[in-house]
């Protein structure tokens, strides 16, 4: 089946720690987004990549780094300078060239807490 | 901006009784509009699209959005609730800003249906 792979399903964090949620899409999608879900206060954009090799900062970057050294992995690292790391954290991916259905896929989620 | 409002954060409704779940969007130019559902503790999945065309758009598990230019709104519908709907419900746009595709999302609105 394709799809998009999100682990761990849970994460918990110590204090001073960073940690790396992983994403792996089988989609051969182009872009990938990483998304923070907060209770009340929807999807807010962490970070994208709309290529290999290339992410921009979204909406609320700090505290967070990505990296995209292949197309289908795109993994987030949550820094001990992300002071509420605490939340649900969605990964997605889209085709942007060619064809595209403008369909979104998201993997199921990793809900990072605290320690 | 392109941006998307969810106004409420909970519709109640009861099963067999139409459903409505309201969305209005900021978009300079012509709007890429979507809706997607989530279960809890799951990702989101694509429920349909408006690109062009026909003002009323069908998706998947029979629900239907209608496009309304004059009041800038893409509310969600179906004629039919059943107790299965009960889930969180994001409206989307696409924002365009250099190249980049950038899906951003409103807050979403938790849909319950009683039996």
């Known amino acids: 089946d394709g799809g998009i792979t999100q682990s761990p399903k849970y994460l918990f964090r110590k204090e001073g720690q960073n940690v790396t949620l992983s994403c792996e899409q089988n989609l051969n999608h182009d872009a990938m987004y990483w998304y923070r879900q907060d209770p009340g206060q929807g999807l807010r954009l962490i970070y994208y990549s709309q290529i290999v090799n290339d992410f921009q900062k979204g909406d609320i970057a700090e505290g967070y780094s990505v990296s995209r050294e292949k197309k289908e992995s795109f993994p987030l690292t949550v820094t001990s300078a992300q002071k509420n790391p605490t939340a649900f954290y969605l990964c997605?991916?889209?085709?942007?060239?060619?064809?595209?259905?403008?369909?979104?896929?998201f993997g199921s989620g990793t809900q990072l807490s605290v320690l | 901006a392109q941006s998307v409002a969810q106004p409420e954060d909970q519709v109640n409704v009861a099963e067999g009784n139409p459903l409505t779940v309201k969305c209005t969007y900021s978009v300079s130019g012509n709007p890429y509009l979507f809706w997607y559902v989530q279960y809890p503790n799951r990702g989101l999945q694509f429920l349909l699209k408006y690109i062009t065309g026909d003002n009323l758009v069908k998706g998947s598990y029979g629900f239907e959005a209608e496009f309304n230019k004059s009041q800038t709104s893409f509310h969600l519908k179906k004629p039919s609730a059943l107790v299965s709907d009960s889930a969180l419900y994001f409206c989307a746009v696409r924002r365009f800003g250099g190249g980049s595709y950038i899906p951003t999302f409103g807050r979403g609105t938790s849909l319950i249906v009683h039996p």
């Open positions: 997605a991916s889209i085709q942007t060239t060619g064809v595209t259905n403008e369909k979104l896929f």
